[in-house]
DNA sequence: GGTGCAAAGTTAACGGGTAAATATTTGGTA
DNA sequence: TACCAAATATTTACCCGTTAACTTTGCACC
């Protein structure tokens, strides 16, 4: 690939997520329409708890491609909400778990059907195969840059 | 388009821009690594400056999809380094003009080039059509979702 | 058993994104 | 002229990402 088949200012966009941006600013605005008080990158740590509960924190470092001093923070900020709970392993003592309480459980639902609806709006008008192509493109991109 | 139709999962990386955020770290890695002490969003104002020089600050805003509070502290912390500096518009005395100093000049050039290079191995193996192809989803995306 | 290293998590400092409230200026209009 | 609405920019408060330094714990190895 030579040094000038691409022209930066066109890839400008893809550099900064412009698209991902609006897409995640979106949903955390259809969010806070429906009463619901999270940012999405908590719902990203609920996401995941959702899927399997009592992750390490360093196991959501991995889920969420996140560093681990964002994940203290996060998991500070949601503990507060009161939707999860640290919990000591008794294997290793370095490690904690973080358990969903009873309180997230509502969230679930209501989440999801955003979740869905806004990646559905967002996507409107692009063909399955357009996506697979973007998701393909995607993941070389972020093996090539990691 | 069904609700069914793509798998929240394995869109979540999209949603969250992991590619462009793999790019975006790999890009400020490269700019300390060769002692340019800016940030990527610093480089994205004196991007759009070098095109061209004497921009408001909202037009700043809307060339670099931001917001007019990251625009203000981003032209702070840009100016307090020597590089830019505001200038009240004689037309409107509402505006700013920024402009670029003698001092953001040899940041140029070693900022394109590396730039272009951290585009360049981000999208090693990917082909034209690829990459036109992504941009008009991701023109797409950003149209439904804004 | 002590030494040294690696892993998990925390903390502080800095930079940036967003929302809401505020001030200043402009321009139109009654 | 007086008033009002819109545009430009700032400030504050809160949240998140990254880095570097640090603590605690586990483990391997002599």
Redesign the pocket.
Known sequence: MSNNQFKRGELYSVINGIAS?AVA?RL??NFRNAGLEI?I??WSILYHLWKEDGL???ELCTRTF?????I????D?IERLGLVE?IASKE?????LVYLTDASKPLQEATYNLANQTMNEALQGISKEEIEIVKSVFQRVYENSK
């Open positions: 941006t600013r955390q605005k940012t990158e908590q390490s924190q360093q996140r560093d681990k001093a964002s203290t923070r996060l998991i900020n640290r290793d003592r370095r490690v904690n």
